[in-house]
């Protein structure tokens, strides 16, 4: 499980991403705008779980046009966080509505009124208030775990769920970000919403470092339980 540590200048990009999460995550969607789109995604929300009736996951990213978050995006573009927080709490087996999540995070935690997501702090400080026990490391952190074979094994055994926020190109921010749920499945880690098909992977770290065939680069994972 011993990894390379990437240069330096990589740490710094994470530092500016995380610091820009935090700092344009502050501003709320309007009462009204928030109403609006509730109501509009309760209605589409019973359509997708009629035409997705046997998925206990959104797996389906690209399905959510229909869907409204933020200001002037649907969900299809900018919900991976949420859809990674709706899909950790069906693995803990906690009910909740799309819908619902939307709404919340439209006033909390949603990043430049949708342009950019949603901000994994604030998925972290959703989480733990539903008494969910979370822990998270950025990359450098990341590497350390993996370069310890017992480190590594109490973080995977000891959760339950896992959320990771990578770059979808390692060498290009241009590409975005995207943010998915992990999850235990018959011995094997299966990523949700990964646009590839819902792979399986043999660890934790396969799947993290598997993702878009290794051209990505994790930012922050989370364990929760």
């Known amino acids: 499980m011993d990894k390379?540590?990437?240069?330096?200048?990589?740490?710094?990009?994470?530092?500016?991403?995380?610091?820009?999460?935090?700092?344009?995550?502050?501003?709320?969607?309007?009462?009204?705008?928030?109403?609006?789109?509730?109501e509009r995604n309760i209605k589409v929300w019973n359509n997708y779980k009629t035409h997705f009736s046997n998925d206990k996951y959104?797996?389906?990213?690209?399905?959510?046009?229909?869907f409204a978050y933020g200001r002037k995006h649907n969900a299809d573009y900018n919900s991976c966080e949420i859809i990674a927080v709706y899909n950790t709490l069906k693995a803990l087996g906690t009910e909740c509505d799309f819908p619902d999540l939307i709404t919340y995070f439209e006033q909390r935690?949603?990043?430049?009124?949708?342009?950019?997501?949603?901000s994994p702090f604030s998925l972290i400080k959703y989480l733990r208030t539903l008494g969910c026990n979370i822990i998270y490391y950025n990359y450098k952190k990341w590497l350390r775990i993996c370069s310890e074979k017992r480190l590594y094994h109490e973080f995977t055994d000891n959760h339950k769920v896992f959320i990771f926020m990578t770059y979808n190109n390692a060498n290009s921010i241009r590409d975005m970000i995207h943010t998915m749920c992990v999850t235990k499945e018959?011995?094997?880690y299966k990523i949700h919403n990964d646009y590839e098909g819902s792979k399986d992977y043999p660890t934790l770290l396969e799947a993290v470092e598997g993702y878009r065939d290794g051209k990505s680069r994790m930012i922050l994972i989370m364990g929760i339980k």
């Open 4 to 38: 390379k540590p990437h240069k330096i200048t990589y740490f710094i990009k994470d530092f500016i991403v995380l610091l820009f999460y935090r700092i344009f995550s502050v501003m709320p969607l309007s009462d009204k705008e928030r109403r609006e789109h509730l």
């Open 58 to 66: 959104i797996e389906h990213q690209s399905a959510l046009t229909d």
């Open 109 to 118: 935690g949603i990043t430049c009124l949708g342009a950019f997501g949603t």
């Open 186 to 188: 018959d011995g094997y």
